[in-house]
């Protein structure tokens, strides 16, 4: 079955500063990859995806991401970091076999940033 | 505006009192889904819809039942619920063309 892993629970980074946020996600075939921000009562908003092509994606808000086979991994990443990325992101694997599509998320980021 | 919507957005009831949250989607997607939110375990697969009238079971589906009578309506019914299933739910849709999935502003529910 598979599954996504984010290892870091909570990020704190000053404003201006670059960002990176780690996802791994376990898939048997070509995995369909997602990143969404969850603002603080606010709904899944999606900032990126991957299908196939060009590993590197560029999405919303200057946000993009990195799909590396070998490693299993499609880090978020964005250079200069605004107080209104403070969110929480989550990333997540589509089952795309079957009738299902299920996401399967990762457990999320939550990402604070000082002044 | 292309848009999921889902009421109510918060809710508090008790212990066994029937409810149902409504989710709706004018995109004419084939695809809806449901998901719960819990702290510290993400987001599970509660029901979803493949099209009018054909539902099945995710990954979290005891206390819940669906129904998808209109492709645009897609509610969520708790027929007795109980304290373990205060959570946040989030609805979501997708045409069958594209594998993205958009999702309603979530619904809080309490229950005591």
């Known amino acids: 079955a598979q599954s996504v892993t984010q290892p870091d629970i909570h990020i704190t980074v000053s404003e201006g500063a670059s960002l990176e946020l780690r996802c791994n996600y376990s898939y048997g075939a070509t995995p369909y990859l997602f990143w969404y921000v969850q603002s603080p009562g606010q709904g899944l908003q999606l900032l990126l995806k991957?299908?196939?092509?060009?590993?590197l994606v560029q999405g919303i808000k200057g946000f993009e991401a990195e799909f590396k086979r070998s490693q299993s991994s499609f880090n978020l990443r964005k250079p200069s970091v605004h107080w209104s990325d403070a969110a929480e992101y989550f990333c997540?694997?589509?089952?795309?076999?079957?009738?299902?599509?299920?996401?399967?998320f990762g457990k999320g980021t939550l990402l604070t940033v000082n002044p | 505006e292309a848009q999921v919507t889902q009421n109510p957005r918060y809710l508090i009831t008790v212990t066994g009192k029937k409810l149902t949250v409504t989710c709706s989607q004018n995109?004419?997607?084939?695809?809806m889904s449901w998901y719960r939110q819990d702290p510290g375990l993400g987001l599970r697969q509660i029901y979803y819809?493949?099209?009018?009238?054909?539902?099945d079971k995710g990954d979290v589906p005891e206390g819940y039942k669906v129904s998808r009578k209109e492709k645009r309506n897609f509610p969520l019914i708790l027929e007795s619920p109980s304290p373990n299933q205060t959570s946040l739910y989030f609805c979501a849709s997708s045409p069958w063309t594209g594998y993205e999935q958009y999702f309603g502003p979530g619904t809080r529910l309490t229950v005591t």
């Open positions: 995109m004419n997607h084939e695809y």
């Open positions: 819809s493949m099209n009018v009238e054909v539902t």
């Open positions: 991957y299908f196939s092509g060009d590993t």
């Open positions: 997540a694997v589509l089952n795309s076999g079957g009738s299902n599509y299920k996401l399967t």
